[in-house]
């Protein structure tokens, strides 16, 4: 038998589990280990809560889960409840799919004033998450600045700007929409170092910006290389390209209440503030020869009380687990950080790619396990499961079985409002009363 840990329930580990089970047949057996006692990691706590259709890839999740070969830990903090090093001592394989859930910060004097958010702490706050529940953005800003051009930009922007309507049928939580139903945002700038060539929206995602119903996408003609240029580009970022060119033609509307500006070639220096956010101040750039972006030297000011900084996101270090600290990911080579120890998914390659990427890394990384050999390096000497939930009852640990989960499940369900698909517990608290024992 090899007995597998898998660290983290989200897209990675999910995909990693169901590989292994079609590579390993009956002899695996594989426990999913997750610090919240729900599954589905980015996929409940990351994809936006109006984008439903991608969400629903978590069915398939519950086939795995469900497999009698499987079995789910929530609840069951790594690097706290138990080690890595214990779990290397009791699994022939421990794969570390612990995602990238910290902000990069903005890294600019003034970073640290009030209403500076990290868009991690931003999507965490209005998708339920616990850790950001009581975040508290301030709302009453008429304008807010993100910086960033990626989708994790026009995801803050598109909530920023949706209406409660709009919002109705998505599972954003009530602590976040009744907020949002009373916000004073009137203007959005997604400010990107680079252009509109070089963004890293994708089609859908940038296409919804124009078909808000109280907002407009603002951009500048003047921000884009002549239209031959666009012929260079590969077909996703042409579209993406050819839409921005759209609203750059359309211009405002009048009509809408709203505005999303994107603030291309500009790359931010400071927050400006007295003891909260007054502006960010930015610095106008161009690209040179190689692509990246260079200084123009002239710099301006855009007047908002609230920043999201939507750069991209780092791993959380685990103790005794060697860190590229300047990739904010685990060290490794292809998943292996040591032998018996690998990581996947953002964790293995960062903060990159669509929820399919995390199948073909967990494929590939299945691979390689098999490659190790039937047992691991270990003879299938290993405690495993038996191991862990002796360890974890030693320790007091009230472990949330998948079963639990399904409970909480049904729970959110029942209490949804009218037209949404769920109403998510957003603290431990709340989740703990569907399994404390
Ligand atoms: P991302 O796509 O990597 O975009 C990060 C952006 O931040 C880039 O525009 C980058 O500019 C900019 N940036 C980085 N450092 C900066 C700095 N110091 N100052 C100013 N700008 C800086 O990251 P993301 O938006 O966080 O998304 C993460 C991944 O999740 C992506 O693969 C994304 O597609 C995916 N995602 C997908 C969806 C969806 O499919 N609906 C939704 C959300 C996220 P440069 O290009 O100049 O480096």
Redo the contacts with the bound molecule.
Sequence with gaps: MRHLAIVGSGPAGFYTAEAALKQFGDTVRIDIIDRLPTPYGLIRA???PD?QS?KAVSKRYDAVARDARVAFFGHVAVGQDVSVAELCGLYDDVILAVGAPLD?P??VPGDDLPGVLG?AAFVGWYNGHPDFAGLQPPLVARTVAI?????????CARILAKTVQELQDSDIVNHALEPLSQSAVRAVHI????GPH???F?L??VGEMGELSRATPLVQAADFPPTEADAGLETGQRRVVEVLRRFAAAGPDAAKPVTIRFDFFR??VRVVGDGRVEGLEVMRTRLDAAGR?VDSGETEIIPCEMVIS????RSAGLEGVPFDAAAGRFANVDGQIAPGLWCVGWARRG?????GTNRQDGFALVERLAATGANGDTGGSKAGRVGLEALLGERGVTVARFADWEKIDAAEVARARPGAPREKFASLDALRTHFSR
């Design positions: 990351g994809v936006a984008h991608i990069r903005l890294g868009s910086v960033g051009n990626g989708n994790v930009a026009i995801d400010v990107g170092r680079r070089q963004a890293s994708t859908k995602e790359r931010p972006a939507a750069i991209g996101y903060p990159t790619g669509t929820i």
